[in-house]
């Protein structure tokens, strides 16, 4: 069986433009009370400044009355200064929550940037492994009747730390016989591009260690959720998933395959111009067996970090944010298990809406997941990235 995925080669005319997110905390609630001045008539300036109205003669009146014009005026003056720290407070507030926002993005770019080399593999919505075309199988294995899966892969990223704008290609080199692999040439390269210009990402959803959920929209009726994965106990490894998911009449939303790549980084970005070869430090993973129902089943708990989506809320940059608690129910049976602990679920509820998650079990007990949440009418309603435990006391 040949694999589900067509290659396209993707550009965009030119870089993004940064969206600033900036929203203040801190408002003015401090107002000068004219209305009580005007209400007192000709003893409002004494009240506000403490004084009880009393009969005086004339000079002494007017005396009084310009030390209190005098002292009301100092007060507006204090006011508006007072106000006018509040604004600058406010601008300051709000600067930071913009600073925040180009930090993270930084730390995303140098984590994301580099040479990211290993294995990819093309599965079934069932989980069965698709085995390579028998035309790029080299003849050897061919005599010996082994069968291969695994693609060996490239994955060179550069993204620009002050703009929103990431480019990778996804390489697939002809496999090759023992440490040959240091000489293979490419069969096949998928070169993508993320900004704000390029028409074919609906979303990018990005966290500071490296992870991100991209949206692609290759047809009209046909897209690709890309999740990717860093393993945040080891930030030079890393998992990609790629389903690929049929749209039906604007609502019904059919998982047509997925493929899977597990990834190491292997040096600064160099555009692909130096394969790592027999020097990754993985190996083939398609053919192996799959993760245990067991070790994801029970009730899971841990961070969420999440972005919505909705028609006041656009752009196709997004931060993960937040601290949400989320628990989970797994009972390993809805849930597609593939090879080195990694699994998959795409599922309609009762109210129409499909939910996609990935997930990989970091340890035992530890696991890393994503998810898209998709309407009823297949629009995209949250992106989320959570670092889950399972509670050992409830295991089924």
């Known amino acids: 069986m040949t694999s589900f995925f067509s290659v396209n080669v993707t550009t965009s005319p030119s870089p993004c433009i940064l969206q600033q997110r900036c929203f203040s905390t801190l408002s003015s609630s401090t107002h000068l009370p004219h209305s009580s001045l005007q209400q007192k008539g000709k003893f409002g300036a004494f009240l506000l400044l403490g004084f009880r109205p009393f009969s005086f003669n004339w000079r002494r009146r007017r005396t009084l009355m310009c030390a209190a014009n005098q002292d009301a005026k100092e007060a507006v003056k204090e006011i508006g200064e007072i106000d006018g720290l509040i604004g600058v407070m406010g601008e300051v507030d709000s600067h930071q929550v913009h600073d925040k926002s180009i930090e993270a993005w930084s730390q995303f770019s140098g984590r994301i940037s580099g040479e990211w080399d290993g294995f990819g593999a093309d599965f079934s919505k069932q989980g069965k492994v698709i085995e390579l075309p028998e035309s790029v199988v080299p003849e050897a294995y061919r005599e010996w009747e082994v069968k291969v899966f695994d693609w060996q892969t490239q994955c060179p990223t550069l993204a620009d730390p002050k703009d ?16 040959e692999a240091d000489a293979a040439t490419v069969y096949s390269s998928d070169e993508r591009k993320v900004s704000v210009e390029n028409s074919e990402v609906n979303a990018f959803a990005y966290q500071s260690s490296g992870s991100y959920v991209a949206v692609w929209q290759k047809k009209d009726d046909l897209i690709e959720l890309e999740y990717c994965l860093i393993n945040p106990q080891d930030f030079e490894s890393r998992v990609r998933f790629i389903q690929r998911i049929c749209v039906l009449n604007n609502t019904e939303m059919e998982l047509q395959g997925i493929r899977v790549f597990r990834e190491q980084w292997y040096g600064p970005f160099r555009n692909g111009d130096q394969l790592g070869g027999c020097a990754i430090r993985d190996s083939a993973f398609a053919s192996t067996a799959p993760m245990i129902s067991s070790d994801i ?8 970090a999440v972005t919505t989506f909705d028609t006041t809320n656009t752009g196709i940059f997004r931060e993960l944010l937040g601290d949400e608690t989320q628990k989970s129910v797994r009972d390993g049976e809805n849930n597609v298990l593939l090879p080195k602990q990694l699994w998959f679920s795409f599922e309609q509820n009762k109210v129409g809406e499909t939910l996609s998650e990935v997930g990989w079990l970091l340890d035992h007990g530890k696991a890393i997941t994503s998810s898209c949440l998709f309407s009823s009418t297949a629009k995209l309603k949250e992106i ?9 006391e409830h295991v089924v």
Do not use: D, F, M, N
Request: charged fraction near 10%; glycine fraction near 10%; aromatic fraction near 6%.
């Open 297 to 304: 089943a029970g009730i899971w708990q841990g961070s969420k």
């Open 384 to 392: 989320s990235i959570a670092l889950e435990t399972i509670a050992l």
């Open 164 to 179: 929103h704008v990431i480019q990778y290609r996804s390489v697939q080199l002809l496999p090759t016989v023992g440490c």
